[in-house]
């Protein structure tokens, strides 16, 4: 079960796609006029202007199952699914259609709502992509939904960038990095396949801290890929070894020296002293306790003989 959330701001295009589609069929209405695709935008725009200061009043959500989900997923049970994921993510009170498509070989529903509640308020959308995949991990679990192996069944034909890159780069380094005894392997074996390797260091230290991979016109960090792919979960696969490689491999890929900004040279009262001090970087000190004990007493000697005259 995977849900992305879109919001827009026309009801009759969003409407129109949903239901235009072949074979789609309008599972649940619920707040609105639904004889027609017209009755039901015109339901939407009328409760939409009761908040005429929220820009994107649509709701658009697409839940999406996996095939071998499909012998169960009736249309009794999507129906339900939808609602209880829409209570989950607090998408209550307003209006909605869940609509069902077909063209595709895994079952999914598309859920249209109004971002503009009964009361006229406004439904919050703080944090809904992180709610949205907690939800969506919530109802898997409760409902025996079938949970995807990592990204072993990504139907790669049909990405599109980033992404498509992206899983070329994970399968990339998924089949080099157990063919390679050290870092320097795994780059000149990616470099066939169009992929470089970047190391991240910790200010202006030698100390790698992170990794990127780059194909194309595209850059991703190891842990955007996978987890697995971060700087210290690939290093530990090549030890010691692997992090004098990487520091090396480093250097060579990028080359750009870093420029110190220019010292300016401290100013001195006395430019013969102030050589001096440069020289051994050493600092005048201040006055001891005996010099200024001594000083105090040729003070007084001179106010006595003041005196004695």
């Not at 020289?279 to 004990?293: G, H, K, N, Q, Y």
Request: hydrophobic fraction near 30%.
């Amino acid at each position: 079960m995977i849900g992305k959330i879109r919001k827009g701001s026309g009801f009759k295009g969003c409407v129109g796609y949903v239901l235009g589609k072949e074979q789609a069929v309008l599972l649940h209405a619920d707040g609105v006029l639904a004889e027609s695709r017209q009755d039901i935008v015109r339901s939407f725009l009328a409760q939409a202007s009761m908040n005429p200061r929220l820009g994107k009043p649509v709701g658009h959500i697409a839940l999406s199952y996996s095939a071998a989900d499909a012998p169960r997923l009736t249309d009794e049970k999507m129906v339900k699914l939808a609602q209880e994921y829409m209570r989950e993510m607090k998408i209550t009170d307003t209006q909605y259609i869940i609509v069902r498509h077909q063209d595709r070989e895994h079952p999914h529903v598309h859920i249209v709502f109004n971002r503009v509640g009964n009361d006229g308020k406004t439904i919050s959308d703080r944090n809904d992509m992180y709610r949205n995949e907690q939800v969506c991990k919530k109802l898997k679990a409760k409902h025996g939904l079938y949970f995807a192996k990592g990204k072993e069944h990504v139907k790669q034909h049909r990405l599109k960038e980033p992404d498509k890159s992206k899983y070329e780069i994970y399968t990339a380094v998924r089949d080099e990095i157990g063919k390679s005894r050290n870092w320097r392997q795994l780059q000149e074996r990616l470099a066939e396949k169009g992929i470089t390797i970047r190391f991240k260091c910790k200010g202006r230290t030698d100390e790698v801290q992170g990794i990127s991979f780059t194909k194309g016109a595209y850059t991703f960090k190891g842990s955007e890929i996978d987890r697995s792919f971060s700087f210290t979960k690939l290093d530990k696969h090549f030890g010691n070894a692997g992090m004098d490689a990487a520091e090396n491999s480093r250097r060579q890929i990028v080359p750009t020296p870093i420029l110190e900004p220019e010292q300016t040279p401290q100013r001195n009262d006395s430019p013969s002293m102030g050589g001096l001090f440069s020289l051994f970087d050493v600092s005048p000190s201040a006055p001891s306790d005996e010099e200024i004990d001594w000083n105090l007493r040729k003070k007084k000697k001179k106010k006595k003989r003041q005196l004695k005259l």
